[in-house]
């Protein structure tokens, strides 16, 4: 599965991140928020990440106006379900125990946090 998922690079992850929290937006309303988060990209590099993007499937784009409205295709759980599907399948072989025992043992879990995974754990039992 590794090789036909696209990647997001960090710059179009930075992109995909001002969509997420301003909604859909013109390539210059989309620069303006990168601003706000310290990143200062010429128009034309907003535009070509914002096409890459749409090329990779994770933004559309909506041309019937005066300017082009992209907004994100995909949710930040759908990319992080899929980058954490390659990165178990590159790393662990498929396996995702490896990647989740990673992530708990890295990470200051909060009780909401160890109920949640308990409730998920629980439904997956129960489904087998």
């Known amino acids: 599965m590794g090789s036909t998922v696209p990647s997001v690079s960090d710059a ?7 969509l997420w929290a301003g909604g859909a937006g013109t390539v210059r309303e989309v620069e303006g928020r990168l601003r706000k988060r310290r ?10 990440l914002l096409s ?18 992209f907004k994100a295709a995909v949710s ?3 990319l992080l379900h899929r980058g954490l599907v390659e990165l178990a399948d590159r ?19 909060t009780p909401a946090d160890i109920a949640e995974l308990r409730r998920m754990l629980d439904e997956i039992e129960s489904r087998e």
């Open 52 to 69: 890459r993007l749409r090329d990779k499937g994770f933004v559309e784009s909506d041309a019937s106006g005066a300017a082009h409205i």
């Open 76 to 78: 930040r759980d759908q």
């Open 91 to 109: 790393v662990c072989d498929g396996t995702a125990s490896p990647l989740l025992h990673a992530l708990v043992q890295a990470r200051k879990l």
């Open 39 to 48: 990143r200062r990209w010429a128009y034309n590099t907003v535009l070509t």
């Open 12 to 18: 179009e992850l930075d992109v995909m991140k001002a």
